[in-house]
C-alpha cells in the first residue's frame, strides 16, 4: 500500500482518535516504573491494550516481554516495530502529578512514553479496514537498560522472518515532534570495565610497610585519560573513567581499590582492540609495582546502531511529505550512548529514529527528564506511517 495523502490523513484523525487513551496510559505507566526484567505490571498494561484492540500476544520469550503481529497482505514480508519497556534506578526529581511511586526507580529515559507510542500505534493498525500490506510486528522489550535484554530477545526470535525494523527514542535538544535520523551509525557500541586492584595495606605512617594500589589506580586513570585522548583523535572512541574507590580512613592504606569505566565505538570490529589495549594499559602500570590486577571487561552492548541507507532514506521521504519537512532534521553526527536496538537492525533494513522532546528538555538518564506528551501524535503517526509504507 503506498502512502497516499489521503491514507495519511486518514492516519491523522486515527491518531487523534487514540491519543487520549495513549496519554493516559503513558502517564500510567511513569507512575509505576519498573526496572530490567522485572517489568511485570507493565507488560500486564500492554498485553491488555493489545488484547482489546483484537490483538493476541505471542507467549513471552523473556518473561517480561510483549510480541503481537498483524497480518498483512504479503505474508512473506514483516516489519519489526520496537518499544523498550524499563525504567532506571533513579529517584525522580519532577514535580508531575503522576510522577513516580516507586522510590529509587523512574522513567527517566522515556521508555513510557516509547511503549505507550507503539501500543497506539498497534490500536491505530488494528482498526484499519482490510489488510496491512505487509505483517507488522510489534515488539514490548524488557531490560535494554543495564542487561541489553534486546540481544537475548532476538536469538531467541522475536525477529524471525523480519525484513525491517523502526524504532522512536524521545531526544532532549530537539524540537518537539521533530523526527530526526540518519543512515549509518547513530549510536554507539558499549563495553564496561571494572578493574580491582590488590596490594597490601598498612598504617598511613608507613607507607614503606605497605604496596598501595592506590598509587597504581593513579597512574592507571592517568594513563587510560592518555587513551582516551588518542583513541578519541582516530576515530571518535571513547574511555571514560568514571569510578575510583578505595580506603575508609585518611591513615590507613588500604589493601584494595576498584576502577570502573566505560569504552564507546562506533565499529564492532573497534571493540577487541579497544580492549587490548585497555589490558595492556592495567598490566603495565600493576607489573611495574607488583600490584594484582583482576578486570571484569563486558560487552553487552557489542554492535553499534547502524541505520540502513534505504530505512533511512524511506523515514526522510514519509516525515518531510505527511508531517512536513520541517519536522524532519537530519543528524550529522551519531550519538555516543548505545542502545540494544542495534541488535535488531543486525542483518536486515531498519532505522532508530529520535522524536523532538523540546530543546530546553532535561538530558536523558536526568531525574527531572520526563517524556514529553506534545510529541506523541507524531511519534504514533510516524510508526505507523512506516508499517504500511512497507519494506
Not at 496519554?23 to 530490567?36: S, W, Y
Not at 507503539?118 to 482490510?130: E, P, T, Y
Not at 524504532?167 to 578493574?195: D, E, K, N, Q, T
Request: charged content about 20%; hydrophobic content about 40%; overall charge negative.
Amino acid at each position: 500500500m503506498a502512502l497516499t495523502d489521503t491514507v495519511a490523513e486518514e492516519l491523522q484523525r486515527a491518531v487523534q482518535g487514540v491519543l487520549p487513551g495513549v496519554r493516559a496510559l503513558r502517564q500510567d505507566l511513569h507512575a509505576h516504573p519498573e526496572i530490567a526484567l522485572h517489568e511485570k505490571r507493565t507488560a500486564a498494561c500492554v498485553r491488555d491494550a493489545l488484547r482489546a484492540a483484537g490483538l493476541a500476544p505471542w507467549p513471552p520469550l523473556l518473561d517480561t516481554d510483549v510480541i503481537a503481529e498483524l497480518p498483512g497482505a504479503d505474508s512473506r514480508t514483516t516489519i519489526c516495530l520496537r518499544a523498550d519497556m524499563d525504567a532506571l534506578p533513579i529517584d525522580e526529581t519532577t514535580d508531575c502529578t503522576y510522577r513516580s511511586t516507586t522510590p529509587g526507580m523512574a522513567h527517566s529515559c522515556g521508555h513510557d512514553g516509547h511503549t505507550a507510542m507503539l501500543v497506539g500505534a498497534a490500536r491505530v493498525l488494528a482498526a484499519r479496514q482490510g489488510p496491512l500490506p505487509v505483517n507488522v510486528r510489534f515488539v514490548f522489550q524488557p531490560g535494554e537498560e543495564i542487561v541489553a535484554a534486546g540481544r537475548d530477545l532476538v536469538a531467541r526470535g522475536a525477529c524471525d522472518g523480519v525484513s525491517a525494523a523502526y524504532a522512536l527514542h524521545g531526544w532532549p535538544g530537539l524540537p518537539v515532534g521533530v523526527v530526526a535520523g540518519r543512515s549509518g551509525p547513530v549510536m554507539a557500541a558499549a563495553a564496561f570495565f571494572s578493574v580491582q586492584l590488590t596490594g597490601s595495606g598498612c598504617h598511613g605512617s608507613t607507607p614503606e610497610c605497605g604496596n598501595s594500589p592506590l598509587t597504581a589506580a593513579a597512574e592507571i586513570v592517568q594513563a587510560l585519560e592518555r587513551l582516551h585522548a588518542d583513541v578519541q583523535a582516530e576515530d571518535g572512541s571513547v574511555v571514560s573513567v568514571c569510578s575510583l574507590r578505595g580506603g575508609q580512613s585518611a591513615n590507613v592504606i588500604p589493601e584494595r581499590c576498584r576502577i570502573e569505566g566505560t569504552v564507546r565505538y562506533l565499529e564492532a570490529a573497534r571493540g577487541a582492540q579497544l580492549e587490548q589495549r585497555i589490558r595492556a594499559v592495567i598490566t603495565q602500570r600493576c607489573d611495574a609495582r607488583s600490584i594484582q590486577a583482576d578486570l571484569d571487561y563486558t560487552s553487552r552492548y557489542a554492535l553499534p546502531t547502524i541505520n540502513s541507507e534505504a530505512a533511512s532514506a524511506r523515514a526522510r521521504s514519509l516525515v518531510q511529505h505527511h508531517l512536513g519537512s520541517a519536522l524532519w532534521h537530519e543528524l550529522t553526527a551519531p550519538s555516543m550512548s548505545s542502545e540494544d536496538f542495534a541488535y535488531y537492525l543486525e542483518g536486515r533494513e531498519g532505522a532508530m529514529l529520535r522524536l523532538g522532546m523540546g530543546e530546553e528538555s532535561p538530558s536523558l538518564h536526568n531525574p527531572a527528564y520526563n517524556f514529553n506528551d506534545d510529541a506523541l501524535a507524531n511519534g504514533i503517526f510516524t510508526l505507523c506511517a512506516l508499517a504500511l509504507a512497507g519494506a
